[in-house]
């Protein structure tokens, strides 16, 4: 007999949680808004922008040209416009939608199931500690991973009108596999165990998701890097990022399970 990944009783654990978040109204703003506003609305304006904008208007494009690989110099005022949105600040964007939407979504099934008073009848059913934080991890990683392939998918859609419009290649490359496949996952379980280990010392949802926007911090950090010259986020620097923050992952998942205890949940 094939032995199922997740048991019935972890199941509707996941379509409960899924249900909660998105009756939510701060968390459903946040799914929509957020990844709309970063991988749609930005990248199109600025597609806009370079497409009616005269070149000489565009300013800084000389000092975005020194900063890239040698193969993309040779690239006019207008491409490389498209080029810093498809590689400089795409990859910011896109890389704070898992993050933003696992911790909001984690904020309100953890620390939400306290302020609904509906915890203590969680932790009566029949189901072990353990398969209740994987069942409440599960759903905030499905809404998450949902949430960044929906973003992905319309992003690329404003990138291939982007490389229409100004002759340029499709915007894929190695650091975007790295990005999408690696880094992104990594980064919405980092986001979804941080949350489980402030959930105990937030008093509300809306606490939780205040004290977490400092995560966001390092991403723009990080990517702004770039701009000083320091260095170029090629694949190789993305995948060494993934390594961090999945042995970061694997430290909180062993402190959170266990942290994830009665006492801990119940205490306002």
């Keep these: 007999m094939k032995k199922q990944l997740f048991t019935p009783q972890e199941k509707a654990i996941v379509r409960k949680d899924l249900q909660n978040i998105w ?27 370079a497409w009616i904008a005269p070149p000489e208007q565009l300013n800084g494009t000389d000092e975005i040209a020194a900063l890239l690989p040698a193969v993309e110099q040779g690239l006019n005022v207008k491409q490389l416009m498209v080029y810093m949105i498809a590689q400089l600040l795409g990859p910011m964007f896109f890389l704070m ?17 306290r302020e609904n008073s509906t915890m203590e009848t969680l932790l009566l059913a029949p189901v072990s500690l353990e398969r209740i934080f994987r069942a409440k991890v599960a759903a905030c990683a499905l809404l998450s991973l949902i949430t960044e392939a929906v973003s992905f998918v319309a992003f690329s859609l404003v990138m291939i009108a ?53 995560l966001v911090l390092p991403i723009v ?48």
């Design 23 to 49: 009756r939510t109204k701060m968390i459903r703003l946040t799914v929509i808004l957020v990844p709309t506003l970063l991988c749609f609305v930005l990248p199109a304006f600025y597609l806009v922008l």
């Design 97 to 113: 939608i898992p993050l933003m939407v696992s911790t909001a979504s984690a904020a309100c099934s953890f620390v939400g199931e």
């Design 162 to 214: 982007g490389s229409l419009l100004f002759s340029m290649p499709f915007y894929l490359n190695g650091s975007w596999a790295v990005l999408v496949l690696l880094l992104s996952p990594a980064v919405t379980l980092f986001g979804i165990t941080f949350m489980v280990l402030i959930s105990g010392r937030s008093k509300s949802s809306m606490e939780a998701m205040q004290t977490s926007g400092y």
């Design 221 to 268: 950090l990080l990517f702004m890097g770039q701009f000083t010259g320091l260095f170029i986020l090629g694949p190789l620097l993305l995948f060494v990022a993934f390594l961090l923050v999945a042995i970061a992952d694997g430290i909180l998942i062993f402190v959170a399970s266990r942290s994830f205890t009665p006492e801990k949940l119940l205490r306002v």
